[in-house]
């Protein structure tokens, strides 16, 4: 019943009745999570449940044997008990707890009756600490309340990192107040793609947004109420079009380039200039103060050189710098903001192109081309998430049906994700131990909104938490009847997913064409360098 897996789970005898007046009471160190379950039970139940008082209680107990992210969770018909060690764990109680529940307890109104807890004992800890959904708000914005309700999706499925992708060529979405022009510019395009690059189809209106600092502190603040930290990622040497149209001076042509209305990555990158990584710096001071996460990502991904290659000042620089090709000057970008980062007590996470020209001593790596930079990272000593765009993209098509919605990609279907495993083969079990987990991408081309973002991301993110919580076997047909009954808990939250017979009429796009991939053109489309792909 419980979506991921737990480790262990004995049934018992009886129910625990939940009312408004349960008190839902906690030792100390674990306050947040039950504060967190208060007010998630309240709207059911009608009230604010009590923090104390007599009878049957649900308690968070302090139990320092448990590690950061396990729980005990058991359930009789007198008491419920939740053990943690610190807010991680207990917070996964919580959610566990809920979902015992009925569906109904997700809706924002009361359910009529008292709430029925299933008796039962749960031992409970993730297999990997690295749980990551990657968000693309540079492609198309996402309004910080969808954030909001994206983060409570996340928690729902005890995925504990989101990696908000800030900046691209299409757009600047992060406040930054000493380069206010980085998003009264690089905040909004005239217009987009509409479909596959290959198309050529455009559509002539204005599409931007930003956050504000404020809104990053109230995102970054909401997220660790619900045990996520929230990664951000500044796109450089590449993908920085937007910047570029702020601020022409950080390009390589002097000219006026404006915020990239197409897809795929744009020909203007940062010049090399000590002004460009000052500019940057100052970017990222900024950004450090916003973000509490220990990992930084720079990007460093698809950076397309030809602009490198034309300039004679880039090519004289490189020259001063000892630097032998255009990989050794990308290697000495990420290199600089690595040093950055580590003087800071922070550390530099980039997509796997970032091996090129030599890896950054404190890197960690995002293995997004199939899990070749996963090999090579771990091997060599480097911490790494596996992101394979063939199992974890989930922009790309659920079904090689003719009415998916924008197909691009290969097809990642639900069983696909399910099977989805972070530890490349061949690594032994000492290199094993640098896979930190995995995470599942939402690029946004295709996406235009929420409720597309809905459709793709639901349901594979279900079967990908499990792929990234629960030890041991799993099997799809397992998995599917757990599924159905899960899918009960995003109606009742108003989640669009792809219902599992396909798209509704109206989340099809027979307006917008895709371009329909197999996994092996897939991969020899990246590897064959940053071309338009999509
Ligand atoms: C990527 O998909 N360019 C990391």
């Known amino acids: 019943m419980l979506i991921p897996r737990p480790d262990e789970l004995t049934r018992g005898e009886g129910e625990f009745l939940v009312a408004p007046d349960t008190p839902i009471m906690s030792d100390p160190p674990l306050r947040r999570a039950a504060e967190w379950l208060r007010s998630a039970l309240a709207p059911s139940l009608g009230a604010l449940p009590p923090t104390s008082g007599n009878g049957p209680a649900v308690r968070f107990r302090h139990a320092p044997d448990l590690a950061e992210e396990a729980y005990r969770l058991t359930v009789t018909p007198e008491a419920v008990v939740a053990e943690a060690s610190s807010h991680p764990g207990a917070f996964y109680a919580a959610q566990s707890l809920v979902q015992l529940l009925p569906p109904s307890v997700h809706r924002s109104a009361p359910t009529p009756g008292p709430l029925r807890l299933p008796a039962l004992a749960v031992t409970d800890r993730p297999r990997f600490g690295w749980r990551g959904t990657l968000i693309d708000v540079a492609r198309h914005f996402l309004p910080k309340r969808e954030v909001l309700r994206y983060l409570d999706l996340l928690a729902l499925h005890k995925i504990n990192v989101l990696h908000l992708h800030l900046t691209d060529d299409q757009g600047w979405r992060i406040e930054i107040k000493r380069y206010p022009l980085l998003t009264r510019t690089g905040g909004w395009r005239a217009g987009s793609t509409v479909g596959s690059s290959r198309h050529g189809r455009h559509e002539d209106r204005p599409h931007g947004g930003f956050y504000t600092q404020e809104d990053i502190r109230e995102i970054v603040a909401y997220a660790a109420e619900r045990a ?27 000219g006026p380039v404006d915020v990239r209305t197409a897809w795929g990555p744009g020909e203007h990158v940062l010049n090399p200039e000590e002004s460009t990584l000052a500019f940057f710096r100052n970017v990222f001071d900024e950004v450090l103060d916003l973000f509490d996460s220990r990992y930084v990502c720079i990007g460093g991904d698809e950076c397309v ?60 790596v995002m293995s997004w081309r199939g ?7 771990a091997r060599a000593g480097h911490d790494v998430i596996a992101c394979p765009l063939t199992d974890v993209y989930f922009d790309y098509r659920q079904s090689d049906g003719p009415d998916e919605p924008i197909p691009v990609g290969c097809v990642i279907d639900l069983a696909d994700a399910y099977a989805f495993e972070p ?92 371009w329909p991939r197999s996994r092996a053109e897939m991969l020899a489309d990246v590897l064959g360098g940053p071309e338009q792909h999509l």
Not at 440 to 453: F, H, I, M, S, Y
């Open 228 to 254: 996520i930290t929230v990664v951000p990622e500044i796109d450089l040497p590449g993908h920085t079009q937007a910047a570029i149209a702020a601020y022409p001076e950080l390009g390589n042509t002097g």
């Open 371 to 377: 899990t070749g930079g996963a090999l090579a990272a």
């Open 423 to 514: 530890v490349p083969e061949g690594l032994s079990p000492e290199e094993a131990r640098h896979v930190l987990g995995g995470q599942a991408q939402l690029w946004t081309e295709p996406v235009d909104g929420p409720r597309a973002l809905d459709y793709l991301a639901f349901p594979r993110l279900v079967a990908f938490a499990e792929a990234v919580w629960t030890s041991g076997p799993r099997d799809y047909a397992e998995f599917e009847p757990r599924l159905l009954a899960h899918l009960e808990r995003l109606d009742a939250l108003g989640v669009e997913y792809r219902p599992m017979a396909g798209p509704h009429p109206w989340q099809q796009r027979p307006d917008a064409r895709g």
């Open 305 to 364: 050189t030809a602009e490198w290659r034309e300039s004679a000042r880039v090519q004289e620089l490189m020259r001063e710098r000892g630097l032998p090709d255009e990989d050794a000057l990308q290697a000495w970008f990420v290199r600089h903001f690595d040093d950055y980062l580590t003087e800071r007590g922070r550390r530099l996470l980039g997509w796997d192109e970032i091996l090129n020209g030599g890896l950054a001593e404190g890197a960690t």
